[in-house]
Protein backbone atom coordinates (compact mmCIF):
# COMPACT_ATOMS: atom_id res chain seq x y z
CA UNK A 1 0.00 0.00 0.00
CA UNK A 2 1.20 3.31 -0.86
CA UNK A 3 0.96 6.78 1.29
CA UNK A 4 0.45 8.75 -1.09
CA UNK A 5 -1.02 8.94 -5.19
CA UNK A 6 -1.75 12.23 -7.16
CA UNK A 7 -3.71 11.98 -10.10
CA UNK A 8 -3.55 14.81 -12.40
CA UNK A 9 -6.16 15.14 -14.40
CA UNK A 10 -9.51 13.66 -13.91
CA UNK A 11 -11.37 13.25 -17.43
CA UNK A 12 -13.32 10.21 -18.65
CA UNK A 13 -9.83 8.23 -18.47
CA UNK A 14 -8.66 9.57 -15.65
CA UNK A 15 -11.77 9.32 -13.28
CA UNK A 16 -12.84 5.70 -15.04
CA UNK A 17 -9.15 4.56 -13.49
CA UNK A 18 -9.79 5.97 -10.55
CA UNK A 19 -12.82 4.62 -9.80
CA UNK A 20 -11.27 1.02 -10.88
CA UNK A 21 -8.26 1.56 -8.28
CA UNK A 22 -10.74 2.42 -5.28
CA UNK A 23 -12.91 -0.51 -6.18
CA UNK A 24 -10.17 -2.85 -6.45
CA UNK A 25 -8.86 -1.86 -2.84
CA UNK A 26 -5.29 -0.75 -4.65
CA UNK A 27 -5.94 2.73 -3.05
CA UNK A 28 -7.94 4.21 -0.04
CA UNK A 29 -9.49 7.65 -0.85
CA UNK A 30 -7.60 9.07 1.63
CA UNK A 31 -4.32 8.30 0.23
CA UNK A 32 -5.55 9.85 -3.41
CA UNK A 33 -4.84 13.25 -4.42
CA UNK A 34 -6.27 14.34 -7.05
CA UNK A 35 -5.74 17.88 -9.36
CA UNK A 36 -8.11 19.19 -11.64
CA UNK A 37 -9.00 22.90 -12.71
CA UNK A 38 -12.00 21.93 -14.48
CA UNK A 39 -14.82 22.65 -11.07
CA UNK A 40 -17.29 19.95 -12.32
CA UNK A 41 -14.81 17.34 -12.54
CA UNK A 42 -13.13 18.32 -9.44
CA UNK A 43 -16.26 17.96 -7.90
CA UNK A 44 -17.03 14.28 -9.48
CA UNK A 45 -13.71 13.02 -8.24
CA UNK A 46 -14.45 14.44 -5.01
CA UNK A 47 -18.07 12.49 -4.82
CA UNK A 48 -15.08 9.55 -4.27
CA UNK A 49 -14.15 11.04 -1.19
CA UNK A 50 -10.87 11.89 -2.80
CA UNK A 51 -8.74 14.65 -1.74
CA UNK A 52 -9.06 17.32 -4.84
CA UNK A 53 -7.53 20.27 -5.57
CA UNK A 54 -7.66 22.97 -8.66
CA UNK A 55 -4.07 23.14 -9.33
CA UNK A 56 -0.51 21.81 -8.21
CA UNK A 57 0.31 25.01 -5.82
CA UNK A 58 -2.78 23.50 -3.47
CA UNK A 59 -0.64 20.40 -2.88
CA UNK A 60 0.92 20.32 0.82
CA UNK A 61 4.67 21.19 0.90
CA UNK A 62 5.58 18.09 3.04
CA UNK A 63 3.40 15.49 0.50
CA UNK A 64 5.58 12.71 -0.53
CA UNK A 65 3.68 10.87 -3.39
CA UNK A 66 5.17 7.19 -4.32
CA UNK A 67 2.83 7.74 -8.05
CA UNK A 68 1.67 10.67 -10.27
CA UNK A 69 -0.65 9.87 -12.93
CA UNK A 70 -0.50 12.06 -15.72
CA UNK A 71 -3.50 12.40 -17.34
CA UNK A 72 -4.07 15.64 -19.14
CA UNK A 73 -4.27 16.51 -22.86
CA UNK A 74 -0.74 15.96 -24.75
CA UNK A 75 -0.58 19.41 -25.46
CA UNK A 76 -0.90 20.71 -22.50
CA UNK A 77 1.82 18.75 -21.17
CA UNK A 78 4.13 20.90 -21.34
CA UNK A 79 2.40 23.24 -19.15
CA UNK A 80 1.33 20.97 -16.49
CA UNK A 81 4.82 19.10 -16.12
CA UNK A 82 6.83 21.81 -14.20
CA UNK A 83 4.18 22.28 -11.43
CA UNK A 84 5.35 18.80 -10.59
CA UNK A 85 9.55 18.43 -10.82
CA UNK A 86 9.51 19.01 -7.23
CA UNK A 87 8.15 15.19 -6.94
CA UNK A 88 10.82 14.05 -9.27
CA UNK A 89 13.41 13.20 -6.70
CA UNK A 90 11.17 10.84 -5.06
CA UNK A 91 8.18 10.01 -7.54
CA UNK A 92 6.83 8.02 -10.22
CA UNK A 93 5.35 9.35 -12.59
CA UNK A 94 3.11 7.72 -15.32
CA UNK A 95 1.65 9.31 -18.03
CA UNK A 96 -1.14 8.13 -20.57
CA UNK A 97 -0.76 10.48 -23.14
CA UNK A 98 -0.19 9.61 -26.53
CA UNK A 99 3.19 11.01 -28.21
CA UNK A 100 4.74 12.23 -25.38
CA UNK A 101 8.12 10.43 -24.90
CA UNK A 102 10.09 9.81 -22.29
CA UNK A 103 12.11 12.10 -23.23
CA UNK A 104 10.27 15.19 -23.04
CA UNK A 105 9.38 13.86 -19.53
CA UNK A 106 12.89 14.19 -18.81
CA UNK A 107 12.99 17.62 -20.21
CA UNK A 108 11.15 18.93 -17.59
CA UNK A 109 11.61 16.93 -14.92
CA UNK A 110 15.09 16.19 -15.00
CA UNK A 111 16.85 12.98 -16.12
CA UNK A 112 17.02 11.14 -12.97
CA UNK A 113 12.99 11.43 -12.29
CA UNK A 114 11.71 7.83 -12.85
CA UNK A 115 9.08 7.68 -15.84
CA UNK A 116 6.87 5.02 -17.03
CA UNK A 117 4.89 5.79 -20.18
CA UNK A 118 1.56 3.90 -21.48
CA UNK A 119 -0.68 3.43 -24.08
CA UNK A 120 -4.25 2.85 -23.01
CA UNK A 121 -7.01 2.16 -25.41
CA UNK A 122 -10.62 3.32 -25.06
CA UNK A 123 -11.92 0.61 -23.64
CA UNK A 124 -10.20 0.81 -20.59
CA UNK A 125 -12.69 3.48 -19.54
CA UNK A 126 -15.18 0.08 -18.99
CA UNK A 127 -11.73 -2.17 -17.34
CA UNK A 128 -11.46 -3.90 -20.63
CA UNK A 129 -8.15 -2.20 -22.19
CA UNK A 130 -5.14 -2.75 -23.81
CA UNK A 131 -2.35 -1.10 -21.35
CA UNK A 132 1.22 -1.61 -22.60
CA UNK A 133 4.30 0.26 -20.77
CA UNK A 134 8.04 1.13 -20.93
CA UNK A 135 9.81 2.37 -18.38
CA UNK A 136 13.01 4.32 -18.14
CA UNK A 137 16.00 3.35 -16.06
CA UNK A 138 15.30 5.12 -13.31
CA UNK A 139 11.60 3.21 -12.55
CA UNK A 140 12.12 0.18 -9.72
CA UNK A 141 10.59 -3.20 -10.27
CA UNK A 142 9.19 -2.58 -7.32
CA UNK A 143 7.63 0.66 -8.50
CA UNK A 144 7.12 -1.14 -11.84
CA UNK A 145 5.17 -3.98 -10.22
CA UNK A 146 2.91 -1.31 -8.36
CA UNK A 147 1.94 0.31 -11.27
CA UNK A 148 1.23 -2.66 -13.37
CA UNK A 149 -0.90 -3.47 -10.45
CA UNK A 150 -2.95 -0.37 -10.98
CA UNK A 151 -3.29 -0.58 -14.62
CA UNK A 152 -4.97 -4.33 -14.69
CA UNK A 153 -7.80 -2.68 -12.90
CA UNK A 154 -8.34 -1.26 -16.47
CA UNK A 155 -7.54 -4.39 -18.70
CA UNK A 156 -4.79 -6.02 -19.35
CA UNK A 157 -1.35 -5.25 -19.24
CA UNK A 158 2.40 -5.73 -21.63
CA UNK A 159 5.33 -4.46 -21.08
CA UNK A 160 8.14 -3.72 -24.25
CA UNK A 161 11.38 -2.85 -23.58
CA UNK A 162 12.10 -0.50 -26.70
CA UNK A 163 10.36 2.46 -26.35
CA UNK A 164 10.16 2.88 -30.25
CA UNK A 165 8.18 -0.12 -30.21
CA UNK A 166 5.71 2.01 -28.91
CA UNK A 167 4.12 3.67 -32.06
CA UNK A 168 3.49 -0.18 -33.29
CA UNK A 169 1.37 -0.34 -30.32
CA UNK A 170 -0.26 2.50 -30.59
CA UNK A 171 -1.21 1.55 -34.14
CA UNK A 172 -2.26 -1.89 -32.98
CA UNK A 173 -3.88 -1.41 -30.03
CA UNK A 174 -4.06 2.27 -29.53
CA UNK A 175 -6.14 2.72 -32.75
CA UNK A 176 -7.11 -0.76 -33.02
CA UNK A 177 -10.62 -0.18 -31.35
CA UNK A 178 -11.68 2.01 -34.54
CA UNK A 179 -11.12 -0.48 -36.49
CA UNK A 180 -13.37 -2.89 -34.30
CA UNK A 181 -15.91 -0.21 -34.64
CA UNK A 182 -15.79 0.55 -38.03
CA UNK A 183 -15.87 -3.27 -39.01
CA UNK A 184 -19.55 -3.48 -36.86
CA UNK A 185 -20.26 -0.47 -39.01
CA UNK A 186 -19.45 -2.52 -42.25
CA UNK A 187 -20.78 -6.06 -40.87
CA UNK A 188 -24.30 -3.89 -40.21
CA UNK A 189 -24.71 -2.48 -43.33
CA UNK A 190 -23.93 -6.22 -44.93
CA UNK A 191 -26.77 -7.33 -42.53
CA UNK A 192 -28.81 -4.21 -43.86
CA UNK A 193 -28.36 -5.52 -47.49
CA UNK A 194 -28.87 -8.62 -47.04
CA UNK A 195 -32.58 -7.86 -45.53
CA UNK A 196 -32.83 -7.37 -41.88
CA UNK A 197 -33.90 -4.20 -40.06
CA UNK A 198 -30.65 -1.93 -39.18
CA UNK A 199 -31.63 -2.32 -35.50
CA UNK A 200 -31.57 -6.01 -35.70
CA UNK A 201 -28.54 -5.75 -38.05
CA UNK A 202 -26.49 -3.63 -35.46
CA UNK A 203 -27.46 -5.68 -32.77
CA UNK A 204 -26.22 -8.75 -34.35
CA UNK A 205 -23.14 -6.97 -35.60
CA UNK A 206 -22.23 -5.83 -32.49
CA UNK A 207 -22.85 -8.97 -30.35
CA UNK A 208 -20.78 -10.85 -32.77
CA UNK A 209 -18.02 -8.66 -32.62
CA UNK A 210 -18.36 -9.18 -28.93
CA UNK A 211 -19.08 -12.50 -28.08
CA UNK A 212 -16.24 -13.58 -30.39
CA UNK A 213 -14.04 -11.54 -28.88
CA UNK A 214 -14.90 -13.38 -25.39
CA UNK A 215 -14.78 -16.69 -26.48
CA UNK A 216 -10.84 -15.98 -28.06
CA UNK A 217 -9.96 -14.28 -24.85
CA UNK A 218 -11.18 -17.36 -22.57
CA UNK A 219 -10.08 -20.16 -25.03
CA UNK A 220 -7.19 -22.45 -24.44
CA UNK A 221 -7.51 -22.61 -28.13
CA UNK A 222 -6.10 -20.25 -30.91
CA UNK A 223 -8.22 -18.09 -32.84
CA UNK A 224 -6.72 -19.50 -35.85
CA UNK A 225 -8.05 -23.02 -34.68
CA UNK A 226 -11.66 -21.34 -33.69
CA UNK A 227 -12.01 -20.40 -36.57
CA UNK A 228 -11.55 -23.64 -38.62
CA UNK A 229 -14.09 -25.21 -35.43
CA UNK A 230 -16.46 -22.35 -36.97
CA UNK A 231 -16.01 -23.35 -40.94
CA UNK A 232 -17.87 -26.33 -42.34
CA UNK A 233 -16.20 -27.68 -45.78
CA UNK A 234 -18.33 -25.83 -48.63
CA UNK A 235 -20.64 -24.07 -46.00
CA UNK A 236 -21.99 -20.76 -45.81
CA UNK A 237 -18.83 -19.63 -43.44
CA UNK A 238 -16.55 -20.85 -45.66
CA UNK A 239 -18.45 -19.74 -48.71
CA UNK A 240 -17.84 -15.37 -46.53
CA UNK A 241 -13.68 -16.69 -45.90
CA UNK A 242 -12.88 -16.80 -49.28
CA UNK A 243 -13.82 -13.76 -49.81
CA UNK A 244 -12.11 -12.55 -46.36
CA UNK A 245 -8.99 -14.80 -47.22
CA UNK A 246 -8.42 -15.02 -50.95
CA UNK A 247 -5.37 -13.94 -52.05
CA UNK A 248 -5.00 -12.57 -48.13
CA UNK A 249 -7.38 -9.95 -49.14
CA UNK A 250 -8.21 -9.02 -45.57
CA UNK A 251 -4.75 -9.68 -43.74
CA UNK A 252 -2.73 -7.62 -46.50
CA UNK A 253 -5.88 -4.20 -46.18
CA UNK A 254 -5.61 -4.68 -42.28
CA UNK A 255 -1.40 -4.75 -42.47
CA UNK A 256 -1.48 -2.00 -45.09
CA UNK A 257 -3.91 0.08 -42.40
CA UNK A 258 -1.39 -0.90 -39.28
CA UNK A 259 1.52 0.34 -41.19
CA UNK A 260 -0.14 3.66 -42.40
CA UNK A 261 -0.86 4.29 -38.48
CA UNK A 262 2.63 3.14 -37.31
CA UNK A 263 4.19 5.40 -39.71
CA UNK A 264 1.60 8.58 -38.69
CA UNK A 265 2.66 7.71 -35.05
CA UNK A 266 6.24 7.84 -35.74
CA UNK A 267 5.81 11.75 -37.67
CA UNK A 268 4.02 12.82 -34.34
CA UNK A 269 6.59 11.76 -31.91
CA UNK A 270 8.84 14.11 -34.02
CA UNK A 271 6.82 16.85 -33.74
Not at 113 to 136: D, Y
Not at 219 to 247: F, I, Y
Request: charge should be negative; glycine fraction near 8%; proline fraction near 4%.
Amino acid sequence: MVDNFVLVGCGNMGFAMLKGWLDAGILKPDQVHVVEPTDALRERAATLGVHAFANASRLAGDLAPRVILVAVKPQVMGDVLPAYARFADKATFVSVAAGITIAFFEKHLGEKAAIVRTIPNTPAAIGKGMIVTFRNRNVTDNDAEFVDRLLKTSGAVAAVDDESLIDAVTAVSGSGPAYVFHFIECLTEAAVAAGLERETAQLLAMQTVYGAGALAAASLDSPTTLREQVTSPNGTTAAALKVLMGDDRLKNLLTEAVNAAHQRAIELGKV
